[in-house]
């Protein structure tokens, strides 16, 4: 059964920076697209980045665009989040989650979903 | 930007009932749309993608349906494990917008 395990969220205080890491495990990592979403407390689900499976493109919302940078290091099964000049409204819990496509197409749904880690921003 | 909305917002229900969760968009989005199950404190699931294809091991009382606008999830025979939130999410070509979520809950 596919693992993702993220890490590093923290309180952090506004314009401070973070980064998230998700450890992958029980399937092919590089051959497999990925992305970030996220969920403020009590608040519906919102797509923040997404990585081709060897990097090659990458995408953001507009909401994080220019402040964040999706990575990931195929030799280690691990997915990054680098999260620079946070705002308040950044606050929510952040999963790292599978596409459901293939090296050949992209799904653009989300498969396989961790467990999430709780980014607060607050002076 | 294509936008989705679902209704009811919330939906209450008894177990064995048929439940029916609706997803409209903005345009049409031919059969691009996933279902997610959200329950408290826990990551979402993946119930449908691409209107109507159930995921791997989801029940087979879930179904999806429509195209183009208009989207239907129903669960035909409500089951205590389903109460949750639910999601709906245009997937195509870096369009990733979710729905507000429809929660079901005990009536």
């Not at chain 2, 993608?49 to 035909?76: D, H, N, Q, W």
Request: glycine fraction near 10%; hydrophobic fraction near 35%.
């Amino acid at each position: 059964q596919v693992q993702l395990v993220e890490s590093g969220g923290a309180v952090v205080q506004p314009g401070g920076s973070l980064i998230l890491s998700c450890s992958a495990s029980r399937f092919s990592f590089s051959n497999y697209d990925m992305h970030w979403v996220r969920q403020a407390p009590g608040k519906g689900l919102e797509w923040v980045a997404f990585i081709r499976y060897d990097g090659s493109n990458k995408d953001y919302a507009d909401s994080v665009r220019g402040r964040f940078i999706i990575s990931r290091d195929n030799s280690k099964n691990t997915l990054y989040l680098l999260m620079n000049s946070l705002r308040t409204e950044d606050t929510a819990v952040y999963y790292c989650v599978k596409d459901g496509g293939s090296i050949a197409a992209t799904g653009y749904y989300f498969d396989y979903w961790g467990q999430g880690t709780l980014v607060t921003v607050s002076s | 930007d294509i936008q989705m909305t679902q209704s009811p917002s919330t939906l209450s229900a008894s177990v064995g009932d048929r439940v029916t969760i609706t997803c409209r968009a903005s345009q049409s989005i031919s059969s691009w749309l996933a279902w997610y199950q959200q329950k408290p404190g826990k990551a979402p699931k993946l119930l449908i993608y691409k209107a109507s294809i159930l995921e791997s091991g989801v029940p087979s009382r879930f179904s999806g349906s429509g195209s183009g606008t208009e989207f239907t999830l129903t669960i035909s025979s409500l089951q205590p494990d389903d109460f949750a939130t639910y999601y709906c999410q245009h997937h195509n070509s870096f369009s990733y917008t979710f729905g507000q979520g429809t929660k079901v809950e005990v009536k």
